[in-house]
Nanobody, 127 residues
Framework: QLQLAESGGSLVQPGGSLRVSCAAS????????IGWFRQAPGKEREGVSC????????DYADSVKGRFTISRDTVKNAVYLQMNSLKVEDTGIYYC????????????????????WGQGTQVTVST
């Protein structure tokens, strides 16, 4: 299992912005496909955004397109999710996940237990 640690979650008002981070240890993130998922109370974990291991493709869930941006910092060995124009329905625990030897895949579909996961960071969008 790859070691991942999310941070940056917070309480933010609707319309606000937040950036969550995913730091890796024991491996370099540019050698893995990375995905951001979120899970709201009582709901299934869903894919939000991903970047493939070739670093040439990103994808987003329809619900966040135009508002969220995924990026990778190879120097800091971290992946970020910049979230703008936040909505109440963006509330949830945000997890990053990583897979090595992904052969160009982008991790946005159904989550898998054999992927490596962080512990999550809470994002709450509320007045």
């Amino acid at each position: 299992q790859l070691q991942l640690a999310e941070s940056g979650g917070s309480l933010v008002q609707p319309g606000g912005s937040l950036r969550v981070s995913c730091a890796a240890s024991g491996f370099t993130l540019d050698s893995a496909a990375i995905g951001w998922f979120r899970q709201a109370p009582g709901k299934e974990r869903e894919g939000v955004s991903c970047i493939n291991d070739n670093l040439d493709y990103t994808d987003y869930a329809d619900s966040v397109k135009g508002r969220f941006t995924i990026s990778r910092d190879t120097v800091k060995n971290a992946v970020y999710l910049q979230m703008n124009s936040l909505k109440v329905e963006d509330t949830g625990i945000y997890y990053c996940t990583a897979v090595r030897k992904a052969y160009g895949r982008c991790l946005l579909g159904a989550p898998r237990d054999d992927w490596s996961w962080g512990q999550g960071t809470q994002v709450t969008v509320s007045t």
